[in-house]
């Protein structure tokens, strides 16, 4: 089944204690993104990836890290979290160059920063 | 610079009555529209999008949207709602030469009552 899968779905945890969140498609996208939801603010992009090797800023990016060594993972990593960061994440992915706008999502992950 | 609007926060309507969910753009260029359905605990799905052609779109689950330029809406729309249609929708937006910049709406809560 083609899918975007995001680990974990929820957590829980303090400022300034490292954490990553897992993405993984099985579409051979190579377009990747990562997106916060924020109540009354929908969706803002906080990184995202064209390629292995190649990613770039959205609107959001302060705060965040991003990798893409493989093509089908692209992990989001907090190096200090802090509790403005508390959201929920999305990961997507869609195939790029075809014109093809269609952007598959992951299920979330809540996270919460005390 | 691009936007979406989105203005109302809940629509609500009787099961088998139809739906409207507005939403209006600001984009250079040639708008890229879309609308994404977000179900409980669940990431955003595609459910259809205007590139160019005909102003009406059919789209998953019986919706469609209609495209009018010259009052830059593309409000979306279902001729007989159902109770299973209630959801978050997000209405997104990009313009012809921004490729990798998507930019959503804040979302409209849909609440179909039977």
């Known amino acids: 089944e083609a899918q975007v899968t995001q680990n974990p779905r929820y957590l829980i945890t303090v400022t300034g204690k490292k954490l990553t969140v897992t993405c993984s498609q099985n579409?051979?996208?190579?377009?990747m993104s990562w997106y916060r939801q924020d109540p009354g603010l929908g969706l803002r992009q906080i990184y995202y990836s064209m390629n292995v090797e190649v990613t770039d800023k959205g609107d959001v990016p302060e705060g965040y890290k991003v990798s893409r060594k493989e093509k089908r993972n692209f992990p989001l990593i907090l190096e200090s979290p802090s509790p403005n960061q508390t959201s929920l994440y999305f990961c997507?992915?869609?195939?790029?160059?075809?014109?093809?706008?269609?952007?598959?999502f992951g299920s979330g992950t809540q996270l919460s920063v005390l | 610079a691009q936007s979406v609007a989105q203005p109302e926060d809940q629509v609500n309507v009787a099961e088998g009555n139809p739906l409207t969910v507005k939403c209006t753009y600001s984009?250079?260029?040639?708008?890229?529209l879309f609308w994404y359905v977000q179900y409980p605990n669940r990431g955003l799905q595609f459910l259809l999008k205007?590139?160019?052609?005909?102003?009406l779109v059919k789209g998953s689950y019986g919706f469609e949207a209609e495209f009018n330029k010259s009052q830059t809406s593309f409000h979306l729309k279902k001729p007989s709602a159902l109770v299973s249609d209630s959801a978050l929708y997000f209405c997104?937006?990009?313009?012809?030469?921004?490729?990798?910049?998507?930019?959503f709406g804040a979302g409209t809560r849909l609440a179909v009552h039977p």
């Open positions: 984009v250079s260029g040639n708008p890229y």
């Open positions: 579409m051979n996208h190579e377009y």
């Open positions: 997104a937006v990009r313009g012809s030469g921004g490729y990798n910049k998507l930019i």
């Open positions: 997507a992915s869609k195939k790029a160059g075809t014109g093809d706008e269609k952007l598959f």
């Open positions: 205007y590139i160019t052609g005909d102003n």
